[in-house]
C-alpha cells in the first residue's frame, strides 16, 4: 500500500491537501471515509443508514468532520494501521478482522478508556443495546412502548441505566456482504471509503 508520506515528496503540487490528510489521520488510516462536498446535498442519509444498521445509534458524524479543498472527512473511523483504541482495554474487547476492519466485540465493559485514546473522537459511548419490548408484553404486563410510539424520554434513561454503557465505533460494515450501509445509502456518490491505496487519486483531483 502506498503511503501517504510519501506523496508529500511525489507530489508537491498537492502538499496543501496532504498535509490535511496527515493532521486528520489518514497518514496511519487503513480505511477512511471521505465526502465530495461538491457531490454532496446534505441529506444525512449517510448517517440514518449508518443508524439503521447499527441498531439505532449511527457510528458517523458527518457535519462535525473537517473539510478542505472541497474533500471533508467525517468523524467515523480511520480503522488505523496501529489502533490507539486498543492500548488500554481492559478485557481486550477490541479486535481487528482479517478483512481489516477494527471492531469493537461484547465483551466492552464500558471503561471508556477507547474512547479517551482515540484522536479522532470515533468512539463514543452509548446505552447497551436491548432486546425490543414484544406486543404481548405491552399488551399483558404493560412494558415498553405502544406499537408505532417512540420511546419516552425517561424511558431512555432509565433503559441506560438499567442496561450500562459500551464503546460504539464504525466497524465497516464487515458482516454486510454488499459493504459500508453509508456508502451504499449516499444517493450523489459523495460519500466514498478508500485506503491509502487511493488517497493518490483524491489528491491528484484537487
Known amino acids: 500500500q502506498l503511503k501517504i508520506e510519501t506523496l508529500l515528496g511525489s507530489m508537491p503540487?498537492?502538499?496543501?491537501?496532504?498535509s490535511f490528510f496527515m493532521a486528520e489521520g489518514l497518514g496511519e488510516a487503513t480505511n477512511a471515509m471521505l465526502i465530495d462536498e461538491d457531490l454532496c446535498v446534505g441529506?444525512?442519509?449517510?448517517?440514518?443508514?449508518?443508524?439503521?444498521?447499527?441498531?439505532?445509534?449511527?457510528?458517523?458524524?458527518?457535519?462535525?468532520?473537517?473539510?478542505?479543498?472541497s474533500v471533508q472527512v467525517p468523524i467515523s473511523c480511520r480503522h488505523c494501521e496501529h489502533p490507539h483504541c486498543m492500548k488500554d482495554c481492559p478485557v481486550d474487547a477490541i479486535h481487528r478482522a482479517?478483512?481489516?476492519?477494527?471492531?469493537?466485540d461484547d465483551s466492552c465493559i464500558g471503561c471508556g478508556n477507547c474512547e479517551t485514546n482515540c484522536p479522532y473522537d470515533a468512539i463514543h459511548m452509548a446505552p447497551r443495546q436491548q432486546e425490543k419490548t414484544g406486543l404481548l408484553s405491552w399488551l399483558l404486563l404493560g412494558l415498553g412502548s405502544a406499537p408505532g410510539e417512540p420511546q419516552s424520554e425517561q424511558a431512555r434513561k432509565a433503559a441506560k441505566e438499567a442496561s450500562g454503557t459500551v464503546a460504539v465505533k464504525c466497524d465497516g460494515c464487515m458482516e454486510l456482504a454488499g459493504g459500508p450501509a453509508c456508502v451504499r445509502a449516499c444517493p450523489t456518490g459523495a460519500a466514498i471509503r478508500i485506503g491509502p491505496d487511493r488517497f493518490s487519486e483524491v489528491i491528484m483531483k484537487r
Open 43 to 69: 441529506c444525512d442519509h449517510c448517517e440514518k443508514a449508518c443508524a439503521e444498521t447499527h441498531g439505532g445509534i449511527s457510528r458517523l458524524d458527518r457535519k462535525s468532520g473537517a473539510g478542505f479543498a
Open 98 to 104: 482479517r478483512s481489516g476492519e477494527v471492531f469493537i
Open 13 to 18: 503540487e498537492g502538499g496543501s491537501i496532504v
